[in-house]
T-cell receptor, first 116, second 111 residues
């Protein structure tokens, strides 16, 4: 138990569906992250939020829409996804905002997404 | 971020030490060396980090070469629970929040 929870743990959706992934951290951290882990690629950073403000979008397609209403919650809204978007989506948090090279990131267990 | 090179896979026996190597020949003087691991069906977890000196914590030890072009993560007594993918990552002191993951080393621990 890392203090970062993600729901749902598994999600199957069609290409025309709209769904949302939820992440919650109970650690009092100031930064939150979305990562994507595909079967054949290393873990990739998608978005970074510091103090609820988005500070990085790693060229992610607009069909992925993040939302950070407060420092404890992070959402990833999904719409009109493609089968190649099927992957494990991981949320992480860290105490420090950007620039903390020694800061540890704490990861949730991930949401396994399958797009049909 | 500077690049790291790790073996794709390694095997160990339970209760024996494991030495996981990482090469980072283009490391800069301001890069910290971080190790994370990912257990099956879980997100990555932090293991250890260091700059120049060897480091120890409850999970592992990190041995850093004098020229800093390589490092070794040492698990002193491997358990079945240590079976995971281990990632060696360089993080610039200059200020990037990015953790740039490579393919890592898949460690198998045999009973």
């Amino acid at each position: 138990e890392t203090g970062v929870t993600q729901t749902p743990r598994h999600l199957v959706m069609g290409m025309t569906n709209k769904k949302s992934l939820k992440c919650e951290q109970h650690l009092g951290h100031n930064a939150m992250y979305w990562y994507k882990q595909s079967a054949k690629k290393p873990l990739e950073l998608m978005f970074v939020y510091n103090f609820k403000e988005q500070t990085e979008n790693n060229s992610v397609p607009s069909r992925f829409s993040p939302e950070c209403p407060n420092s404890s919650h992070l959402f990833l809204h999904l719409h009109t996804l493609q089968p190649e978007d099927s992957a494990l989506y991981l949320c992480a948090s860290s105490q420090e905002p950007s620039g903390a090279f020694t800061d540890t990131q704490y990861f949730g267990p991930g949401t396994r997404l399958t797009v049909l | 971020d500077a690049k790291t090179t790790q073996p794709n896979s390694m095997e160990s026996n339970e209760e024996e030490p494991v030495h996981l190597p990482c090469n980072h020949s283009t490391i800069s003087g301001t890069d910290y060396i971080h190790w994370y691991r990912q257990l099956p069906s879980q997100g990555p977890e932090y293991v250890i980090h260091g700059l120049t000196s060897n480091v120890n914590n409850r999970m592992a030890s990190l041995a850093i070469a004098e020229d800093r072009k390589s490092s070794t993560l040492i698990l002193h007594r491997a358990t079945l629970r240590d079976a995971a993918v281990y990632y060696c990552i360089l993080r610039d002191q200059g200020g990037s929040e990015k953790l740039v993951f490579g393919k890592g080393t898949k460690l198998t621990v045999n009973p």
